[in-house]
């Protein structure tokens, strides 16, 4: 008879579970008792709980900056719809817009008013307008804003002929319009 140290069969049993023959021919069970089974169940949950919050931030902030993008491309629409007229009016408006596919209102509102630029004043550009817009909504519990701000120079009926027709003798008058580009 060969005698053995170390047990080395397996049999079928529970998970983890396994009976090993020793040379005395008895049975010793080996395996996992339910307390390690606990506490390496209470070590994961431990693990898990911080990337479970991790995974819930990163999908707000996904979230939030989908809203961000969405309230940007607004605000920019409505600043090329003021920047499209020839000369943008002063005074305020405002609107809504709805995004149908996730049924948030982003509510806008623009401002034009008169910019006097000190610098630009001693380089005879007059007619600075600031046009400024603002996109708000709710996000979550309070309210989130995106806003953007530009300048424009309001050319006056002389600039604009020049400008317009800049090879036109009877308006060729270079020292009307200094060369100048915001």
């Avoid at 983890?16 to 049975?27: A, D, Q, R």
């Avoid at 491309?73 to 709805?98: I, M, Q, Y």
Wanted: aromatic fraction near 4%; charge should be neutral.
């Amino acid at each position: 008879m060969v005698r053995r140290d170390r047990p080395y069969r397996r049999q079928a049993g529970w998970i983890g579970m396994s009976h090993s023959h020793n040379t005395s021919g008895g049975h010793e069970p080996s395996g996992f008792t339910l307390m390690e089974i606990l506490v390496a169940l209470c070590i994961v949950l431990i693990a898990l709980v911080p990337l479970i919050h991790l995974h819930v931030t990163s999908i707000r902030m996904i979230d939030f900056r989908s809203h961000m993008a969405r309230a940007t491309l607004v605000a920019g629409d409505r600043l090329a719809e003021v920047l499209a007229r020839d000369v943008p009016e002063l005074g305020k408006s405002s609107g809504r817009v709805k995004d149908e596919t996730r049924g948030t209102v982003y509510h806008w509102s623009s401002v034009v008013t008169d910019a006097p630029v000190p610098a630009l004043e001693s380089a005879r550009l007059m007619g600075i307008r600031q046009v400024h817009v603002d996109v708000t909504w709710q996000d979550g519990e309070r309210e989130a804003i995106v806003s953007l701000d530009t300048l424009v120079h309001v050319a006056a009926r002389g600039e604009r002929e020049i400008l317009d027709n800049p090879n036109d003798d009877k308006s060729n008058n270079k020292a009307a319009l200094p060369r100048t580009h915001l």
